[in-house]
């Protein structure tokens, strides 16, 4: 406890912790699931762009659709042509919660929705990842 207050400054995942608090609404019954979606938030998943930083993909590139472009979170979440059938599922799921314009932010827990509809979106975001059969991905 003491040594994650002090390098907390230093660590991306401390930062977001503060920023996002404790994440009760991201408490899914699927542990692989959770697992997936924390990485997505911190940022240190298996998307090409973030292997290939660590040279440890040839490109950044998404191989899996034809934008031609760096398989980011974002790319994943919002852009990919390959999950357009999901994210079209997705949106009409967020529509119910009144949310009309999707965000990396808002998918990832760093908007200002109560956390009973963080719950939603979170439960709408596992569906999308598993529908999309990109979980080993992440």
Known sequence: EQRW????????????????KDWKWTRLKDRFLDV????????VCRLKYYMHKMKMADSPLCQKC????????????????DLYNQRRILKDKLRQYG????????????????????????EALGMFLKTSNRLADI
Do not use: F, P
């Open 5 to 20: 207050r002090i390098d907390r400054g230093r660590c991306a995942l401390g930062d977001r912790k503060i920023i996002l």
């Open 36 to 43: 997936a979606i924390t990485r997505l938030r911190v940022g």
């Open 66 to 81: 034809t934008l031609n472009t760096e398989e980011t979170v974002t790319h994943l979440l919002l852009e990919c042509t």
């Open 99 to 122: 949310i009309v314009q999707i965000t990396t932010d808002i998918l990832l827990g760093y908007s200002n929705e109560e956390e009973s509809v963080k719950y939603k979106i979170t």
